[in-house]
């Protein structure tokens, strides 16, 4: 059946010129000429036997009939719109690539990534979820983690990513506060400050201090449950931090924090890249996977930070 429908130019030329009250300038908004818009406005009202403008010399007036007229109208193009919208940004006919990561990992590391990969594979409706250590996964809700150590899925696959090294890290004031700067700095006057630590990470500065060759004499400090806790109160002087390298570039690189007490150095932990093997051949895993990969340049990582 034929339906007795204006066409949408028309409408659309409409609802410009009502919200104007002026040809020109509804013409101006839709790409059109002044000459085009009235046009469409006289076929819509031959098209309704009504008049919808009366035309005062150059200055416009809504009938009744027109405002009446664009009341039923403006909700339909509004419906039209949001339909035409949903459509664009279906998320049904997108593969669905599910991520879990380390929070960490994923704010410092992963997450200014994405946007790169998202460009470059836009068939994919990516949803990165944040994951706990002792997170029990289930594969079915999960395609892709990011971890460090351990199988967290039975007969899962597993690539490695990248060592984690770590590097003490404060203010620069708290530096001034001992007359101390970048320059005169030694690995040893680190004992003048607290040393703060990750809680569930209570060897990190033993073990750094038998990198060094230092003697572990106080090690005891505040303590932070996230490293997010841990780097905000790094920046605010409250004592030297140790942290993942990678969490710390950009703070380096901006003078934020300095790195006096010498270079990174590696820790035991190392990140993984997992998946179950029944999903090793789904088409995103597999290009997430490889593409990740290739963004890892773990030694490139820590010389830019040693020289920082």
């Given at each position: 059946m034929r339906r007795y429908l204006p066409s949408s130019t028309a409408l659309k030329c409409f609802e410009a010129s009502v919200r104007h009250l002026s040809f020109?300038?509804?013409?101006?908004?839709?790409?059109?000429?002044?000459?085009?818009?009235?046009?469409?406005?006289?076929?819509?009202?031959?098209?309704?036997?009504?008049d919808l403008f009366i035309r005062l010399n150059k200055r416009l007036v809504l009938t009744g009939t027109?405002?009446?007229?664009?009341?039923?109208?403006?909700?339909?193009?509004?419906?039209?719109?949001?339909?035409?919208?949903?459509?664009?940004?279906?998320?049904?006919?997108?593969?669905?690539?599910q991520l879990a990561?380390?929070?960490?990992?994923?704010?410092?590391?992963?997450?200014?990534?994405?946007?790169?990969?998202?460009?470059?594979?836009?068939?994919?409706?990516?949803?990165?979820?944040?994951?706990?250590?002792?997170?029990?996964?289930?594969?079915?809700?999960?395609?892709?983690?990011?971890?460090?150590?351990?199988?967290?899925?039975?007969?899962?696959?597993?690539?490695?990513?990248?060592?984690?090294?770590?590097?003490?890290?404060?203010?620069?004031e708290l530096l001034a506060e001992q007359g101390l700067t970048?320059?005169?700095?030694?690995?040893?006057?680190?004992?003048?400050?607290?040393?703060?630590?990750?809680?569930?990470?209570?060897?990190?500065?033993?073990e750094w201090m038998a990198q060094q060759e230092l003697a572990a004499s106080h090690l005891t400090g505040p303590g932070f449950e996230h490293f997010h806790m841990l780097l905000e109160a790094a920046k605010s002087g409250m004592g030297v931090a140790i942290m993942p390298t990678m969490i710390v570039k950009d703070a380096?690189?901006?003078?934020?924090?300095?790195?006096?007490?010498?270079?990174?150095?590696?820790?035991?932990?190392?990140?993984f890249l997992s998946y179950p093997a029944n999903k090793a051949d789904l088409e995103q895993v597999v290009t997430f996977r490889d593409w990740l990969l290739e963004q890892v340049d773990p030694q490139t990582q820590v010389e830019s930070l040693a020289a920082g």
């Open positions: 020109t300038r509804a013409a101006q908004e839709l790409h059109l000429t002044q000459s085009a818009v009235s046009r469409q406005i006289r076929n819509l009202e031959e098209f309704l036997s009504r027109g405002a009446a007229y664009y009341k039923e109208v403006v909700p339909l193009l509004d419906s039209m719109e949001s339909a035409c919208l949903k459509m664009l940004h279906r998320e049904d006919e997108k593969i669905s690539l990561s380390l929070p960490t990992l994923a704010s410092f590391w992963l997450v200014p990534k994405l946007a790169k990969f998202q460009r470059a594979h836009p068939q994919f409706n990516i949803k990165v979820n944040a994951m706990d250590v002792t997170d029990n996964l289930d594969p079915k809700q999960v395609d892709v983690i990011l971890h460090y150590g351990g199988d967290h899925w039975p007969k899962g696959v597993s690539h490695h990513l990248m060592n984690e090294y770590v590097i003490p890290v404060c203010s620069p970048m320059n005169t700095a030694k690995r040893s006057d680190i004992s003048l400050f607290p040393l703060m630590h990750l809680t569930s990470r209570s060897n990190a500065w033993s380096l690189a901006s003078g934020v924090l300095v790195a006096p007490f010498g270079e990174a150095c590696m820790t035991p932990h190392e990140y």
